[in-house]
C-alpha cells in the first residue's frame, strides 16, 4: 500500500510531523516496492494539492500528526483514510498503519492556522 506521511525529516527514520500542511517534508511511501518519494513543504508547495496528487497516484492512507479543516476536505473527498500519530519515525508509523494500529480521524482535528486572531477565537478572513 502507499502512504502520504507528513515528517520532520526527509527519511524513513524521521518523525511524524504534529501538523500535516505545517511538516517540513512529505513523504510517499510504497511498503510493497518500498520505493520513497519526498517533497519538500516549501515555496510555491500547496499541502491540499500534494494530497490531491498523492490520491491520483493511488495513495489510500495519510499519516500525520494533526491535520486541518482544508486538508481533511482533500483527504475526505479523495477517499484518503487519515491515520493520526506523531513523534514516532515513519517506518514504524507504517507498520502501525498497515496492522491498523493508529487512530483514523474522520474530521479535522486541528482549526487551520491562518484563521486564529490573536484572542485565540476563530476568525474568518
Request: charged share 25%.
Amino acid at each position: 500500500m502507499k502512504y502520504l506521511i507528513s515528517s520532520e525529516g526527509n527519511s524513513l527514520e524521521s518523525s511524524v510531523s504534529s501538523h500535516f500542511g505545517r511538516a517540513p517534508f512529505f513523504l510517499v511511501y510504497d511498503d510493497e516496492t518500498k520505493a520513497l518519494e519526498v517533497k519538500t513543504n516549501g515555496d510555491g508547495v500547496d499541502p491540499h494539492l500534494v494530497i490531491r496528487d498523492a490520491a491520483k497516484a493511488g495513495i489510500k492512507k495519510m499519516i500525520c500528526g494533526g491535520i486541518g479543516p482544508h486538508a481533511f476536505q482533500v483527504a475526505d473527498k479523495f477517499e484518503v483514510e487519515v491515520c493520526i500519530t506523531s513523534g514516532i519515525p515513519v517506518a514504524k508509523a507504517v507498520e502501525l498503519a498497515s496492522q491498523g494500529k493508529l487512530p483514523v480521524t474522520k474530521e479535522p482535528t486541528m482549526q487551520h492556522h491562518h484563521e486564529h486572531g490573536e484572542d485565540g477565537h476563530l476568525h474568518r478572513h
